[in-house]
């Protein structure tokens, strides 16, 4: 079956960092773009950051930008963000997804994994 799978989360202070993961099994990433995403509660989920199959395009939302970088493996079949300087308006579930080539909004991905807690603070 195809299933993506988060690690990666946890409790950081303001300023600290830390690198989830998404690694896909059952199936290479190959031919995926993957998108990370975040939902806070009672707030609606918005994308972070993406990259395409080849991972010559990445996109990153401007509240994270410069602070955050996406990078895969494809041997490993993983993608990871790394989340450096985290501020506590990061806090939230972060979920990656999984669609075909190229980056697009989160109701076009395909497959999603189960989600990963990222809380920032003191």
């Known amino acids: 079956q195809l299933q993506l799978v988060e690690s990666g989360g946890g409790l950081v202070q303001p300023g600290g960092s830390l690198r989830l993961s998404c690694a896909a099994s059952?199936?290479?990433?190959?031919?995926?773009?993957i998108g990370w995403f975040r939902q806070a509660p009672g707030k609606e989920r918005e994308g972070v950051s993406c990259?395409?199959?080849?991972?010559?395009?990445?996109n990153y939302a401007d509240s994270v930008k410069g602070r955050f970088t996406i990078s895969r493996d494809n041997a490993k079949s993983t993608v990871y963000l790394q989340m450096n300087s985290l501020k506590p308006e990061d806090t939230a579930v972060y979920y990656c997804?999984?669609?075909?080539?190229?980056?697009?909004?989160?109701?076009?991905?395909?497959?999603w994994g189960q989600g990963t807690q990222v809380t920032v603070s003191s």
């Open positions: 059952g199936f290479t990433l190959d031919y995926y773009a």
């Open positions: 997804g999984a669609r075909w080539v190229n980056c697009a909004n989160y109701p076009r991905y395909n497959y």
């Open positions: 990259i395409s199959s080849s991972g010559g395009g990445t």
